[in-house]
Structure formats: C-alpha cells, structure tokens
C-alpha cells in the first residue's frame, strides 16, 4: 500500500495516533445488540494432522491441528528451564515476508519462498538442501503487486508440489527430483493480476480418481476484478474460472444457486449493484481472492471470501458492490456457486472477507427455525464479528462481536440474523436532510476524515489463520486492538495501475485504556460464543497459529518471539528469540526419528515490519527494509 500516489497508509507515530483516538472516544455510547448463544450445539468431529503436513492449513478444512502429543504442556519443559530445543534453522536464501507454512512429506521439508518463488526441498535426517527449483517468472509483476511479496505456501499429492509464482503463473513439480512437471499461465500481470495467494489441491468428484488444483487471483488494489480457477492435477490444464463481479455466467451463478438471504438474490448483481449508469464499474472491481481457501469432502463445497471492493473510495462506487466483501461456497467440480454472503454490503473501511472460513461437524445439532445444523462454517470477519453459518444453506446462526471490549466495534451494533444484513450504528445528531432520519455514526466520505472507526482497516482479525482443536472445541486466533481515522481520496483509473484512494490513520482501539496494547491471542468458544481466554500482545501477532492434541498454542509474535501457551488457561509455557520476526503458520510433523516436530518461518517485509514503531522488524534491519529473515526454524524435545 506504501507509496500509491492515490493512497496513504500511516502507521506511525502510533502512540500520538492513539492519543488522539482515545481523546475522540471520550463520551461515545454504543449500545450492541443481544447476540444468540449455541448453547445447545456438541463438540466437533474434525481430525487434524499427524506425520505430515501436506497443505496451509494441514487439513483440507484448515483447522491447522495436529494429533500429535509428544510435545505437550507436561513435556515442554517451563519457561526457565525448556525442553524444546532448535533442531535446525534452514536458510531459505531469500529475505522479506515468509507467509503461510512450509510443507513435510516423509523426510522433506518443502518451502516457497517470497519473490523470486523459489521452491526449496529440505533434509530432515541431513538439515542440508536436497534441491532447489527456482521457475522462470516475468519481473514485471514485482512492481504491480500490492502489499509485500509474499508467497501462502504450496500443496501436495501424487509426488507433486504446486504452487503459484507471483506472476499469474501456477508450477508443478516432482517432489522427489525438483523437475518442473507442468505450469500453466493464468492471467498477464501486466493488467495489474497477480497470484500470491496459496493453492489447494481438492479431490474432482466429477472425475473419480482425479484432483483440482484451486487458485485465486492477488491484487484487487489494481483495477482488476477478482476470480478463482480450477486446474487438473496430473496436467494443469485450465477446468473452470469463476469471477467475482461480472454477470452471472462470469460467476458461475446456474439453477444451483440458492443463497438464504434475501439481500444476496437477483439477477447479475455482479454488475447491477454498482450504481453507475453505464454498469462499467464491476469492471474494476477489486475483490479479489487471496486468502485462504477451505474444502469439505462431504459435500464437495470450496469455502472463501473476497478482498473489498474496488476502489477504496467508496462514494465512487455507490451501492451494494457485489461480490466483494463476501463469502462463497462453491462446488469444487463444477465451479458453480451455491450460495454467496456479502458479509459487508459497499464496504467502507477495507473490511473484506478474505480471512478463513473452517468447516466443522457437529455430534449435537444447532436448532433453529429452519431445523437442525450439523454442518456449519465459522468464519472471524476483519469487521469484528464472528459468523458460524450452516453451510450448505449459507444461514446465519450467530454472529457476535468477538472484540475485547464491545467498543471494539463502533461502525455496526449487531447482524440481523433474519435479513442478513449489519445494522449500522447510527448518529443521532447527524441527520439526512431528505429523511431526517439518523445517518450511520462511522460512513466514510471522499475527502472528509471519518474518525475513530473500530476496528481499523487491519481488522479485528486479518487474514492470519486461525487454529481450530476438536479435542477442546476452542478456536485459537490472533487479534488486533487497533481503530482507524479514514478519508476517501479521489482516486483515477488507469489501467494496470494502483485504484485505491483512501488515506487512513492506524491508532490503538480500547481494549486496554492507558497500556499499549496493540492485540491479542484469544481462545474463543463457538458454542459458547464467548471467550474462554484472552492474553494481551503489546506488539500482536501478525502470522498464523498452530493447535495440537498436547494441549499447546504456537504463534510468533512482531517482537521477535516465538511462543507456546497452555490451550485450556493461556499461560505461556515457551518463549524463544528469531533473529527475525515471523508471519508464516507454525506447523507440526513427525521427524526422522518418528517423534513429533514444531517449525516456523522466519522473516518479515515492509508491510508486519512496519509494526515494529520502536525496532527494526529484524536485528541489523532498517525499518523501512523489505529484506530479513529468511529462514525456517525445526524445533524438537531433549530429554
């Protein structure tokens, strides 16, 4: 985001933004909403991960979970005196952001490093380099890439390791020689299309024997619109592409579709629901799909969400902006959608969808109006609330507010559950001139400041993954206490160049008033709807986190420091130093020696490193570098 002409992303001096914040806070009242619990919902059926780690989210649902036990609260050791040790620390021979997770299979550990993509092959038994691949990739989509470099990770099956390079293209690769099998090209970047998102490989149920390889388009800050494509795994040939905004062909609307809410049907409102009279508007759309994808065998249904809308000035798109924002469950065979949730009608406040949507199965049914839900789908919004749908109907059937304080969010007080809809927090002395009605408390304008918006732009919750244990039905995730001051800034449309058009300012929220507190690990109960514990983060975690049946949370935190927490209190019971902060998910294998294993990537770029107001993202390190770190630390236990 640094850098756009058309857009400005501040993030320091915090404190005085902060300051300024809690002074515009004094005497706001909010009032939220009353929230249904499921108190009558069982535990979960999911399974995690064991010898290997094969996917982002280890699972094809993304629970990042793993069964194993040997590393556990009782073995770890304690804070003075730990038992787990660093067993390796591979260079990866590329600085900057080291996003999402590395892959184990067998004796090999897999990385996709930022920016030039390399694919790296690891010795488990050795800790040397077995291989590396690095693909051909056309330079140009390093300029036109929004917001760091990053690559989410690779997939296996069948011998191959998949992943996509930054520049439209997706590689396979023999997992045994490091021989590139196939690679398909999927867009140009020069139109401003990029691919740093992770792929995910997906059984064909139209095919038996065969698998899909899922991938999703990076960039919607460039004009493009958003789209996700289906490749076959043996070949890589192109099955189907389903864009996000566009006429319902173009999105693979059919008879199928069947969404719950009223809100969310008619015809090609990924064209009508942009409110300029030519209809061009979809056209550069945004709302694209770089987060992290989930899959259900059961019933065959790819889980994601969108990026906002394009462009981030919102009043050069009036109306709903469909389908940015949003969540889709589509047959992962077909394509076709079967329902759509626009979480955040004519996002405002870069809100998004794109954070992970976990699939879980129920042993005891939520009962609702419409009957009994086993199948539900629990997604954290940047917006602040926590949706857990059914999710073969796409129906809300709670949403509440998972901040630390309900101040945590001042731009909505509730979802209606019937409608779908937020409802806005209103202003009592701001009123419409047509209407004299009250007009939404924190609605952002071109060029007026819209002040103390909570949460801000970084969300509540971002795209970091959360971990979800089945053994303690607990979500585990990382959270932001940050609100925001925004302004929309005319932006202008230039093909293949930035649309964005905002200026925001990033301050503490008020979770914690008079401490710097700048987020949290949280471990929230879904059934419960509530917390089951919270510890605060002065400088918060801007990576994924890892649960395992041992009871332990993994996470690595913007100072450095890599931890474990007990999963039923929250007490930390390790803590150990990187040379470099980390944003990757840890994740969790059997070693060699066919005991359980914990690594972790190391290395930041400009966007996390900006975070550190007071040091350097890594030792030695400008702040304003894009380079460090680059590195993936295997951790095991000594007696």
Known sequence: MSGFKNQRL??????????????????????????????????????????????????????????????????????????LVEEFAFQTGVNGSHMGAPLVVGTTLYVVTPYPNNLVAYDLTTGLTKWTFAPSIRSYAFGVNCCDTVNRGPAYANNLIVFNTLDDTTVAVNATTGAQVWRTTLDDPKTGVTTNGATLIVPNKAIPGKSLVIVGSSSGEMAVRGWVKALDLDTGALQWTAYTTGSDVDVKITASYNPFYAKDKGTDQGILSWGDAANTKWQQGGSSVWGYITYDDATDLLFYGTSQPGVWNADQRPGDNKWGASLFARKASTGEAQWIYQVTPH???????????????????????????????????????????????????????????????NWADRIDLTTGFPVLALDPLNLDPTTGLPLPLKATHQGVTTNNVCPSAMGMKGWE????????????????????????????????????????????????????????????????????????????????????????????????????????????????????STVGSPISFTGPDGK???????????????????QSACPGKSRSTTNGGGRVHVYKLVP
């Open 10 to 83: 501040q993030a320091s001096p915090l404190i005085v933004a902060a300051q300024s914040l809690n002074r515009l806070r004094m005497g706001l009242t909010l009032v939220l909403g009353i929230f249904p619990l499921l108190a009558n919902a069982g535990v979960t059926t999911n399974l995690g991960t064991t010898a290997n780690w094969t996917s982002h989210g280890g699972t094809l649902d993304g629970t990042h979970y793993s069964e194993l036990t040997d590393i556990s609260r009782s073995t770890i050791g304690t804070l003075a005196a730990p038992k």
């Open 347 to 409: 996002d405002q406040w870069d809100f998004d969808a794109i954070a992970e949507s976990t699939p879980l199965d129920l042993t005891t049914p939520i009962v609702t109006a419409s009957g009994n839900h086993t199948q539900v789908l629990v997604h954290f919004n940047k917006n602040g609330f926590v949706y857990t749908f059914d999710r073969v109907t796409g129906e809300i059937l709670s949403a509440p507010n998972f901040g630390v304080v309900p101040a945590s969010i």
């Open 465 to 580: 993954p959360s971990a979800y244990s089945s053994k303690n039905s607990l979500f585990y995730l990382a959270t932001f206490n940050l609100c925001m001051n925004y302004q929309g800034l005319q932006a202008e449309y230039i093909a293949g160049a930035p649309y964005m058009g905002s200026d925001l300012t990033v301050g503490l929220g008020p979770g914690y008033p008079g401490s710097f507190v700048m987020g949290e690990m949280v471990a929230w109960d879904f059934i419960k709807g509530q917390r089951a514990w919270a510890q605060p983060e002065p400088l918060p975690a801007y990576a994924g986190v890892l649960a395992t049946a041992g009871d332990l949370v993994f996470y690595g935190t913007l100072d450095n420091q890599f931890k474990a927490r007990d999963a039923l209190t929250g007490e930390l019971l390790f803590t150990t130093s990187l040379e470099c």
């Open 596 to 614: 359980q294993r914990i690594a972790v990537f190391s290395g930041v770029g400009w966007l996390a490193g900006g975070f550190t107001m007071t």
